[in-house]
């Protein structure tokens, strides 16, 4: 099987590669994680993302992909163990700093947190506008990705205006819009049709192709089965390797 390419440049992103160099983008050291009082829901999780590298997450639903997500985007800390994020130990991390990684990283939530009151265009490019680009240094790229997921049409729709899977495509390009180092994603393809999925995936190996690493999480087979790329599997609260790892199949990935 080969990787998956698009079928040409995708809008609004700078295909210029990045350095080859593979340093850990994120590295999980024995890492447990419990809510209150409540047993482990994640244990003992040796897992890392080289610069670059490409990985599918999946295991059945509570089994704690997106709890493991967040820790990656630092929206929770781990109840035990280290996470290093771009090499900085997280837990050492104050407030300015955590925020500084949190700009370096692109988020798709299955809840897609729209700003309300902001159109398509202006959810969309708001890292732009926070990172300092006037829009007409933005406008160009916003709008061409935006026809890319299908969106040209609703640019200056508002969230309540939009179908779930409209909602979901305009958090994706929200969230690459940035040209982000890590891109996480959870389900990002649930809410659309196949073609659409397909051509979402497509956009996330041409962003990989340039340098972003990627982590999705999803219940798609057939997804996963469209890439050459790295499968992480939880289950019962540890991680394992490939689709289809007995559950006393277990390593530390690096």
């Not at 900085?88 to 692109?106: H, K």
């Not at 979402?200 to 089965?225: K, S, Y």
Request: glycine residues 8%; charged residues 25%.
């Amino acid at each position: 099987m080969t990787r998956s390419e698009p079928n040409s440049k995708s809008p609004g992103l700078n295909t210029k590669a990045r350095s080859t160099e593979r340093p850990d983008i994120i590295a999980f050291r024995d890492v447990g994680l419990r809510y209150g009082r409540g047993p482990e829901i994640l244990s003992d999780v040796n897992l890392t993302l080289p610069q670059g590298s490409f990985s599918f997450l999946t295991g059945p639903s509570g089994a704690g992909k997106s709890s493991l997500l967040k820790l990656c985007y630092l929206a929770l800390a781990p109840s035990r163990g280290h996470i290093s994020t771009f090499g900085q130990d997280a837990a050492l991390l104050d407030n300015r700093e955590t925020q500084a990684v949190r700009r370096r990283i692109g988020v798709v939530l299955q809840d897609f947190t729209l700003i309300d009151h902001l159109s398509v265009f202006e959810n969309v490019s708001l890292p732009l506008r926070v990172a300092g680009q006037s829009r007409a240094q933005y406008t160009q790229d916003v709008t061409e990705l935006l026809q890319w997921v299908g969106l040209g049409h609703r640019m200056q729709a508002f969230p309540s205006t939009l179908s779930g899977g409209e909602k979901q495509r305009a958090a994706i390009a929200r969230a690459v819009i940035a040209k982000p180092n890590l891109l996480i994603a959870d389900e990002p393809t649930g809410n659309v049709d196949p073609e659409i999925g397909r051509r979402l995936l497509r956009l996330f190996a041409e962003m990989n192709r340039m340098g972003t690493t990627v982590m999705i999480a999803t219940h798609d087979i057939d997804l996963i089965q469209e890439l050459e790329a790295r499968v992480f599997r939880i289950e019962d609260g540890r991680i394992y390797k490939g689709l289809n790892a007995a559950p006393d199949f277990e390593e530390t990935y690096s």
